[in-house]
Structures are given as structure tokens and as C-alpha cells.
């Protein structure tokens, strides 16, 4: 149950290790919410967003950290992203990514 929640709202990667191999931050709240705080360095693709950005995302080769306010989208996003072929992790709340910068 606990890996299933870890896999669901993050925590489960070490995210200091994948950031280390240059990964790209996705935060996927709405744009309203990401401007009240964000990662920094982070792109904001809002969820409803991401499928039109897969293309791209595919081209860049680095893994992705995806984030959002509580995890849920996050998880959802990086689910999304790994069903392409993109190496993805969900880092769950972005408050909690951005504490490794």
C-alpha cells in the first residue's frame, strides 16, 4: 500500500540523482497557480496541455520530473509521459521538488 501511494503521489524516486542528469522540471498546474510559485527553471505545461507537447518533450532526451500542488496531476502526467517512451517521475507537490534546488 505504501509503494502504491509513493508511486501515486511521489517520493518514491531520488529525485536529487535524476535532477543530476540534467532533467527537465514539468510543473502541470494551471497557469494561474503556477505563477503564485513555481520550481525555478521549471516549464509550466498544464495538464490538459501535455499531450500537445509530447512531440517536443520526446525530442529533449532528458528525463522528466513532473510536479504540481498535491502530486495527483503529477502522477497522472508522468504515467502519461512513460506511455510514450519518456523517462518520467512523478515528484508529487512542487514545494517538495523545489527543496533540491
Same mark, same amino acid.
Given at each position: 500500500?505504501?509503494?502504491?501511494? *509513493? *508511486?501515486?503521489?511521489?517520493?518514491?524516486?531520488?529525485?536529487?540523482?535524476?535532477? &543530476?542528469?540534467?532533467?527537465?522540471?514539468?510543473?502541470v498546474?494551471?497557469p494561474?497557480?503556477?505563477?503564485? =510559485?513555481? +520550481? *525555478?527553471g #521549471? +516549464?509550466?505545461?498544464?495538464?490538459? #496541455?501535455?499531450?500537445?507537447?509530447? *512531440?517536443?518533450?520526446?525530442?529533449?532526451? +532528458?528525463?522528466?520530473?513532473?510536479c504540481?500542488? &498535491?502530486?495527483?496531476? &503529477? =502522477?497522472?502526467?508522468?504515467?502519461?509521459?512513460?506511455? +510514450?517512451?519518456?523517462?518520467?517521475?512523478?515528484?508529487?507537490?512542487?514545494?517538495?521538488?523545489?527543496?533540491?534546488?
Amino acid at each position: 500500500m505504501i509503494n502504491f501511494l *509513493k *508511486k501515486l503521489f511521489g517520493g518514491g524516486p531520488d529525485l536529487k540523482e535524476i535532477i &543530476s542528469r540534467n532533467a527537465m522540471i514539468i510543473d502541470v498546474r494551471t497557469p494561474e497557480e503556477f505563477r503564485r =510559485g513555481h +520550481v *525555478k527553471g #521549471s +516549464v509550466n505545461i498544464p495538464l490538459n #496541455s501535455l499531450h500537445g507537447n509530447i *512531440k517536443k518533450l520526446q525530442k529533449k532526451k +532528458v528525463p522528466i520530473i513532473t510536479c504540481c500542488a &498535491s502530486g495527483r496531476r &503529477s =502522477g497522472i502526467a508522468a504515467k502519461q509521459l512513460e506511455q +510514450v517512451g519518456i523517462e518520467a517521475y512523478n515528484g508529487g507537490p512542487w514545494t517538495r521538488v523545489r527543496g533540491y534546488f
